[in-house]
Nanobody, 122 residues
Framework: QVQLVESGGGLVQTGGSLRLSCAAS????????MAWFRQAPGKEREFVAL????????TYVDSVNGRFTISRDNAKNTVYLQMNSLKPEDTAVYYC???????????????WGQGTQLTVSS
């Protein structure tokens, strides 16, 4: 049973923008903290951003603060990651995740998508 499905990745030039989407099953999405993580080749999975159920609470890793914006549409069971001013170091596979706790740790998230590749060319 598929719980989370990411889309929107691709190839973009430095300074460009892209929006990722993550569609969830209603059961997975309801009342969940939704987060985005990323993993570059040879590196550990890294927290990027999270958002509370109401959308009133968000937090970001310092490296994307001011460039990325996480949002959610609870009517569509979808969470988004708007990425602006992209840099080559943003290149990674991006994963969305659903959990019950406010956390930046991957282990706290129960459900994961399959990931979508973002490549930022210099």
């Amino acid at each position: 049973q598929v719980q989370l499905v990411e889309s929107g990745g691709g190839l973009v030039q430095t300074g460009g923008s892209l929006r990722l989407s993550c569609a969830a099953s209603a059961r997975t999405f309801m009342n969940s903290i939704m987060a985005w993580f990323r993993q570059a080749p040879g590196k550990e999975r890294e927290f990027v951003a999270l958002i509370t159920w109401s959308g009133s609470g968000t937090t970001y890793v310092d490296s994307v603060n001011g460039r990325f914006t996480i949002s959610r549409d609870n009517a569509k069971n979808t969470v988004y990651l708007q990425m602006n001013s992209l840099k080559p170091e943003d290149t990674a596979v991006y994963y969305c995740a659903a959990g019950a706790r406010w956390s930046t740790l991957p282990k706290e998230y129960e459900f994961w998508g399959q990931g979508t590749q973002l490549t930022v060319s210099s």
